[in-house]
């Protein structure tokens, strides 16, 4: 009780973390023989750093960034070409760049050394992404009816508007955490938990990218709306560990 607020008489924190992110992103069905394989869960491994200021012995507040990659997949999505009703196919991965920010207020039991042992955060989170590569791309002319025998792998052409590389957008929403901290030397402390974001995607075109039809046009939304979905299913649970150092 007698304790300075705070970790040896320090207020201010600043941690670094490596996470574990189980991500599942497959989207649709294989065809038979169809050579465009994403894995079902893929596994990621976002760094992450904040700061963190302790008010008192039972609050803390604080901001945070994540830098990640994120990979969403298309298949089947088509447009016509001319008046008689052709069809281009394209089946590919798209990598998002993407950003994660946070605020928060930081909770611990009030009789703890503020940062020591339990702790949990609730706050507001934004992402900021853009589509930066394709991957294991394929298109298929005329109707996709037989499977994948009229499939061949390609670079996405660069005169297809709707897939333009750097498109931006962002998302809104609450980010938690919940962890632990042990001491492991002056001004050092050892910390792992689990933390996610919950995105509320909002004015979503397209909400299926699995056989849907597109405009060949700058103005179509199709990769913007597959990275929201993404990028918010893809950040709701992770499992951090790292290390917090006291100044």
Known sequence: ???????????????????????????????????????????????????????????????????????????????????????????????????????YLEGHKRLSYSVIDNYFRFGIGFASFKNTSYHDSYCQVGDNYYGSSALYKIELPSDVEVFRLDQKSSLTGLYYEFGNRIPVANHILLFYGISGYLFPVKDAQYTSFDDTQISNTTSNTCIIDLGKKRVGNGNMLKFNFGLTFTL
């Open 1 to 103: 009780m007698a304790q300075t607020t705070g970790y040896l008489g320090q207020r201010f924190f600043v941690s670094v973390s490596e996470s574990v992110l189980p991500d599942i992103r497959r989207i649709g069905s294989d065809y038979y023989n169809e050579p465009f394989k994403i894995p079902l869960v893929n596994v990621r491994f976002p760094l992450a750093a904040d700061v963190n200021y302790v008010v008192s012995n039972s609050v803390s507040i604080g901001a945070g960034v994540t830098s990640t990659n994120v990979v969403g997949n298309f298949r089947n999505m088509y447009y016509f070409i001319n008046d008689n009703n052709n069809r281009l196919f394209y089946y590919s991965a798209v990598t998002y760049n993407t950003k994660l920010f946070n605020l």
